[in-house]
């Protein structure tokens, strides 16, 4: 589980990392927003547009940079606040395990 205090070394991890969505789930879109339910744990998840957009582009490995520039190029959003948003969002799926995180060094990011 993220805690608060390991949080903003999650941060700095996550944007080295390769990230992408977990198999233990489901998704589907509807109307440019997705739902998604991990099947282990039977907990639902929503996203808005920009969400659902960042949901699309992890189901394939991909790197933090690689999420902000594909959403930067699509969306009229601050790169300023686009990517403590997409901290949070990130942090939130990682503690849902909806994702999952490797190759991030030295660093150890907990997934459950």
């Known amino acids: 589980m993220v805690t608060t205090t390991s949080m ?17 789930q489901v998704s589907c879109d ?6 998604i339910l991990h099947k282990s744990t039977g907990t639902y998840f929503g996203l ?3 969400g659902c957009r960042v949901w699309t582009i992890l189901q394939k490995p991909c ?17 300023a606040q686009l990517e403590p948003d997409l901290d949070k969002l990130l942090l939130k799926m ?3 395990r909806l994702i999952q995180v490797s ?10």
């Open 94 to 96: 990682l503690d849902a």
């Open 8 to 24: 903003g070394n999650i941060e700095q991890s996550l944007r080295t990392a390769t990230i992408c969505a977990t198999k233990d």
């Open 30 to 35: 509807l109307d440019g927003e997705a739902v």
């Open 48 to 50: 808005n547009e920009v």
């Open 63 to 79: 790197t933090y940079d690689d999420i902000v520039s594909k959403v930067l190029e699509e969306f009229e959003v601050d790169p």
């Open 103 to 112: 190759d991030v060094g030295n660093a150890q990011i907990p997934t459950s």
